[in-house]
């Protein structure tokens, strides 16, 4: 086994899942460079371009469990080419001529091409089944948390009361129109190729065109408007939005960090039995998951800029770039699966500790309320000199150590315009509970409209 993280049996699991690794393994592989040969094969028959016997012979024939790896291996390994050794050692399974037709009237790179789009395509349907699980989980604890009461930060510090479930009501929003906008994209980016070299399909006949959507129709992918093979674009906007899917997990992870933090106690993973925060420090239950959906946010966003690499061909035919492809796409979606899991499994066991949420949204000496408060000034002297009046009490409360919110009560210039009364109200976290709530419900209700059939 390989010794890195996505190879080696230690490592992988924390950055990948099973059922991905399996998409893109070798036996998989051959798996789905079988049905592309196969899909060949039919639509080069049903055209007269090959005989009907040949066809069924390949379809017979043309099967994993009539290769053994380590021979396929070595027979691509003296070709020098993966699929010229296939092709080579797909004849030895023919008693016949029609071992003559496997490959008959493609070019590799349609072949190359297909095969990744069909395993991508695989790929999408279990990053699809993660992202239902995960947007289930998201959207059950925004519904749960609409009223819960918390401080709104801004550059760290205290802004503002909000509520958790609106706080996650906005990156429930974001996990919507992202699934959407996969959704979108994968009718372009699932589609065969079948052009040959120079993308004129002039090995097809005259009926390429036909040739080439009876190939994908029995592949079930889309047929392409044009060659594509120096297209790239469809991988890299699928990509793309894989990457940005995995910064709102990232985006995510880091907010969590930062209420798990001991300070903040506002979140904590859950340990489940014989698992060990630290060699050195038993009793600690640091937030490896957190840590871990960020850094793979990290790794995924690195590997884009190959994406836009794979986008500068040259010529007709260039392996310069095309190589990029066959590391991001098994190792994208690989490390998204595993960043997935991991955003899924820390907020369905993870605790939000409301009352330590609502201890530490009463450490606010009353900044949360400062910009309310000037609008309500604004109304009688100008919000410039609302503003500037509440700069000078900040100052002031610096200096003399005294509580801002004391200082509200205490100075003249504002008890000219507001009574302690409309003061108190001000300062009513509750009142901002409608508008939360409003916004909350809204976005539930758009989630729900839009992917009813998946809430779990």
Not at 132 to 141: D, I, M, N, Q
Not at 176 to 189: C, Q
Not at 252 to 272: I, K, S, W
Request: aromatic share 10%; hydrophobic share 40%.
């Amino acid at each position: 086994m390989s010794g890195e993280v996505l190879g080696s049996i230690f490592n992988q699991n924390g950055y990948s899942t099973a059922k991905m690794r399996a998409v893109w393994a070798d036996e998989n592989r051959l798996k789905v460079v079988c049905q592309v040969e196969t899909a060949l094969a039919y639509a080069m028959a049903r055209a007269g371009n090959i005989p009907e016997d040949a066809y069924e012979q390949i379809k017979l024939r043309l099967v994993p469990e009539n290769f053994d790896l380590t021979q396929l291996r070595l027979e691509a390994a003296r070709s020098g080419h993966f699929l010229a050794g296939f092709v080579s050692y797909s004849q030895r399974l023919f008693d016949d001529d029609s071992g003559q037709y496997v490959h008959y009237g493609a070019t590799s790179e349609d072949i190359e091409d297909t095969c990744y789009v069909m395993q991508l395509k695989q790929a999408n349907e279990v990053i699809h089944n993660y992202l239902t699980k995960f947007g289930s989980v998201l959207y059950e604890l925004t519904r749960k948390y609409k009223k819960t009461l918390t401080a709104a930060m801004a550059h760290r510090t205290y802004a503002a009361p909000a509520t958790l479930g609106f706080k996650l009501a906005i990156h429930l929003n974001e996990l919507d129109y992202l699934m959407r906008r996969l959704k979108e994209v994968g009718e372009f980016t699932f589609a065969g190729s079948l052009a040959g070299v120079e993308g004129l399909s002039t090995m097809l006949g005259d009926h390429y065109e036909q040739v080439e959507a009876d190939f994908c129709q029995e592949l079930d992918l889309s047929t392409p408007e044009m060659y594509w093979h120096t297209q790239r674009e469809r991988f890299t906007e699928y990509c793309n939005v894989l990457t940005m899917i995995s910064q709102l997990l990232g985006k995510l992870g880091r907010n969590l960090l930062v209420m798990n933090q001991t300070q903040v106690g506002e979140f904590r993973e859950t340990y489940a039995k014989g698992r060990q925060g630290s060699t050195v420090i038993p009793t600690v239950e640091e937030p490896y998951m957190c840590e871990a959906i960020v850094n793979l946010a990290t790794i995924i966003r690195n590997e884009m800029p190959l994406m836009y690499d794979t986008m500068q061909v040259t010529g007709e035919k260039d392996t310069t770039v095309w190589r990029d492809i066959y590391v991001v796409l098994p190792e994208m979606t690989m490390y998204l699966s595993g960043q997935l899991n991991y955003a899924t499994v820390v907020l369905s066991k993870g605790y939000f500790d409301t009352q330590r949420m609502s201890k530490n949204f009463e450490l606010d000496d009353g900044t949360m309320y400062s910009g309310a408060i000037m609008m309500a000034l604004g109304k009688h002297i100008g919000r410039q000199n609302a503003h500037e009046l509440l700069v000078r009490l900040r100052v002031e409360s610096d200096v003399k150590g005294v509580l801002l919110k004391d200082l509200y009560y205490s100075d003249k210039e504002i008890a000219k315009y507001l009574s302690k009364g409309e003061l108190d109200d001000i300062m009513s976290p509750g009142n901002i509970l409608p508008h939360a709530v409003g916004k909350t419900d809204k976005i539930l209700r758009l989630y729900r409209q839009r992917h009813s059939d998946e809430i779990e």
